[in-house]
C-alpha cells in the first residue's frame, strides 16, 4: 500500500522500465520538462489495485516549457530522437508554451502551470529526474485523489461548461473503471 509522496518516489525508483524512460526524456535536456499523466497515475494505480503485470498507457506525455521555439515540428523532432532511444515507447511530446493555441485558452506560464489545468486532479502529475539525477513529483492539486483512487475534475475543469462538458467526455471515453474497477469517478457540477 502506498500513502505517501515518498511511497510514490520510490514506487518509481524501482521500475527499472519507468527509470529508464525518465533518462531517456532527460537526455534531451528540456527547459522545464515533466512526464505525467497516466505515465504516474497508473502505476499507482496498478499498485493499489495489486496488479502483477502493468496497465499499458496509450502514450508516454513529456512536456516542456520553451516559449522561444513554439514549432510543432521541434516536439516531432525531440519524438524522433526518443524513439531512437527506446522505440517500444509510445512518446509523445508537446511544448506547453504553445499548447494554449491548440486548446483556446489563456498561455500557460509553465509546464506546472499545464499540468493544474490537466482535466482530472488524479491525472495532474507529472515526474522528472532533478540536475543531480533525483526522481522528483508535481502534484499541483495534491495526491489525495490519485491515492484514494477518486476521479475529479480539477477546479480548472469545473469553471465553464464548456471545460465540464470536456472532462465528462473524457470520462466516458478512458472509461478507467474497467481498467481499474475500484476507483471511483466524480462528476462535474455543471449540467450537461
Not at 518509481?12 to 528540456?30: C, K, P, V
Not at 493544474?116 to 543531480?132: H, M
Request: aromatic share 10%.
Amino acid at each position: 500500500m502506498i500513502s505517501t509522496e515518498r511511497e510514490i518516489i520510490n514506487l518509481i525508483q524501482n521500475d527499472e522500465r519507468m527509470m529508464g524512460i525518465l533518462h531517456a526524456a532527460g537526455s534531451l535536456h528540456l527547459p522545464d520538462w515533466w512526464i505525467c499523466a497516466g505515465f504516474v497515475r497508473s502505476k499507482i494505480w496498478d499498485e493499489l489495485h495489486g496488479f502483477k503485470e502493468r496497465t499499458e498507457t496509450p502514450d508516454v506525455d513529456v512536456i516542456y516549457f520553451n516559449e522561444s521555439n513554439l514549432e510543432k515540428e521541434t516536439e516531432k523532432r525531440m519524438e524522433s530522437a526518443l524513439h531512437d532511444m527506446l522505440p517500444e515507447v509510445p512518446w509523445s511530446v508537446k511544448n506547453e508554451a504553445r499548447m494554449h493555441v491548440v486548446n483556446d485558452i489563456s498561455p500557460y506560464e509553465s509546464t506546472e502551470d499545464a499540468i493544474s489545468k490537466f482535466p482530472e486532479t488524479a491525472t495532474a502529475l507529472g515526474v522528472k529526474l532533478d540536475s543531480n539525477q533525483d526522481l522528483i513529483l508535481t502534484a499541483p492539486w495534491g495526491l489525495d485523489d490519485v491515492l484514494n483512487m477518486e476521479v475529479r475534475p480539477t477546479p480548472y475543469f469545473n469553471e465553464t461548461q464548456q471545460r465540464a462538458v470536456i472532462y465528462e467526455e473524457r470520462i466516458l471515453k478512458k472509461n478507467w473503471k474497467a481498467l481499474w474497477p475500484e476507483i471511483k469517478v466524480y462528476h462535474t457540477s455543471w449540467k450537461p
